[in-house]
């Protein structure tokens, strides 16, 4: 009995010096960076992140350029004092040595809290946004979320089934691609032969993406398709060699072909755009290839443009 009391008396005081944090790290879905939230913080429900019931409390998980991560390690070296009165402060995680700053700030007339964290991801770099009101902050204190970014974990995959399930569309054939990730979730996913080590210049890509604006009237969207295939990033140099209206699956469409140059090692690219019309949103579909192996991946590419199908199907 006195051992009882005495295990009691130790799980008390724990929870009353330690925030309750969840046993494991939770990753948003779609998100590679995860952490163990506070309690009273789910799954938000329309960003990636979790947030408190009231939805005050806000917690913003995504992803940014490797590079970054680099580049705010040697800003900390450097300078390791405060910077317009915010001092970075380093923690140790699961993954490495991550940063976080904290500053008072306003949200409307909302006296708030604000920290952000920066954490490496190997390919990429982790990257979470705090946000705790005053009438909150005495259950969510600088102390708490730094508990919370000290659980920061990075998984270098999220399984298939999970990223397509973000889609407002289906994906029914995948083109034998050998890697997928949704580049926003729920808005854009990649589908690669290569990867991010590699880069996805050298061999066969393709872009999926749901784009809210679309031409207004019919006349203009070869105009729109054309000025849309030659802003592709990371393409320079496009000429184009064929742009005309189309249909895909009963729906109107606008198909752009072009040549161009791409990526870092200035790879000769063939690139197909697709713009599908109809419904609130226009869907936007391009297809990139070197050169050489055009002939044999257009045909991967219309595969994969033949298989989306709306959600509710």
Same mark, same amino acid.
């Given at each position: *009995?006195?051992?009882?009391?005495? %295990?009691?008396?130790?799980?008390?005081?724990?929870?009353?010096?330690?925030?309750? %944090?969840?046993? @494991?790290? =939770?990753?948003?879905?779609?998100?590679?960076?995860? %952490?163990?939230?506070?309690?009273?913080?789910?799954?938000?429900?329309?960003?990636?992140?979790?947030?408190?019931?009231?939805?005050?409390?806000?917690?913003?998980?995504?992803?940014?350029?490797?590079?970054?991560?680099?580049?705010?390690?040697?800003?900390?070296?450097? !300078?390791?004092?405060?910077?317009?009165?915010?001092?970075?402060?380093?923690?140790?995680?699961? &993954?490495?040595?991550?940063?976080?700053?904290?500053? !008072?700030?306003?949200? /409307?007339? =909302?006296?708030?809290?604000?920290?952000?964290?920066?954490v490496p991801g190997g390919t990429?770099?982790?990257?979470?946004?705090?946000?705790?009101?005053?009438?909150?902050?005495?259950?969510?204190?600088?102390?708490? &979320?730094?508990? *919370?970014?000290? +659980?920061?974990?990075?998984? #270098?995959? &999220?399984?298939?089934?999970?990223?397509?399930?973000?889609?407002?569309?289906?994906?029914?054939?995948? $083109?034998?691609?050998?890697?997928?990730? =949704?580049?926003?979730?729920?808005?854009?996913?990649?589908?690669?032969?290569? @990867?991010?080590?590699?880069?996805?210049?050298?061999?066969?890509?393709?872009?999926?993406?749901?784009? /809210?604006?679309?031409?207004?009237?019919?006349?203009?969207?070869?105009?729109?398709?054309?000025?849309?295939?030659?802003?592709?990033p990371g393409v320079r140099e496009?000429?184009?060699? *064929?742009?005309?209206?189309?249909?895909?699956?009963? #729906? #109107?469409?606008?198909? =752009?072909?072009?040549?161009?140059?791409?990526?870092?090692?200035?790879?000769? &690219?063939?690139?197909?755009?697709?713009?599908?019309?109809? $419904?609130?949103?226009?869907?936007?579909?391009?297809?990139?290839?070197?050169? /050489?192996?055009?002939? +044999?991946?257009?045909?991967?590419?219309?595969?994969?443009?033949?298989?989306?199908?709306?959600?509710? #199907?």
């Amino acid at each position: *009995m006195k051992r009882l009391r005495l %295990l009691i008396a130790i799980a008390l005081f724990t929870a009353a010096t330690h925030p309750a %944090l969840a046993a @494991d790290a =939770t990753f948003p879905p779609g998100a590679r960076v995860g %952490l163990t939230p506070l309690v009273g913080l789910t799954i938000a429900k329309n960003f990636s992140g979790f947030e408190s019931d009231d939805q005050n409390v806000k917690v913003l998980v995504t992803e940014l350029p490797a590079d970054a991560y680099n580049e705010v390690a040697n800003a900390f070296k450097a !300078n390791p004092t405060a910077t317009g009165g915010i001092k970075p402060e380093s923690i140790e995680t699961s &993954v490495g040595t991550a940063f976080y700053t904290a500053e !008072n700030a306003k949200d /409307g007339t =909302t006296a708030v809290r604000r920290y952000s964290m920066i954490v490496p991801g190997g390919t990429f770099a982790g990257y979470v946004a705090v946000q705790v009101p005053e009438n909150a902050a005495k259950v969510y204190t600088d102390e708490a &979320v730094r508990q *919370m970014f000290a +659980s920061a974990k990075i998984r #270098q995959e &999220v399984p298939v089934a999970e990223q397509l399930g973000l889609m407002p569309f289906k994906l029914t054939d995948l $083109g034998s691609f050998k890697n997928l990730r =949704t580049l926003a979730p729920g808005a854009a996913i990649i589908l690669a032969d290569g @990867d991010e080590t590699t880069g996805f210049e050298a061999a066969p890509f393709m872009v999926i993406g749901i784009v /809210g604006a679309s031409p207004p009237e019919p006349g203009d969207r070869a105009r729109f398709a054309q000025e849309a295939a030659t802003r592709i990033p990371g393409v320079r140099e496009a000429r184009i060699t *064929m742009s005309e209206p189309i249909r895909i699956d009963g #729906q #109107q469409a606008f198909e =752009t072909r072009l040549d161009a140059t791409s990526g870092k090692d200035n790879t000769a &690219v063939s690139i197909v755009q697709w713009l599908r019309f109809g $419904g609130p949103a226009m869907m936007r579909i391009v297809g990139i290839a070197p050169r /050489g192996e055009w002939d +044999s991946a257009f045909p991967r590419f219309r595969a994969v443009r033949d298989g989306i199908q709306p959600r509710d #199907q």
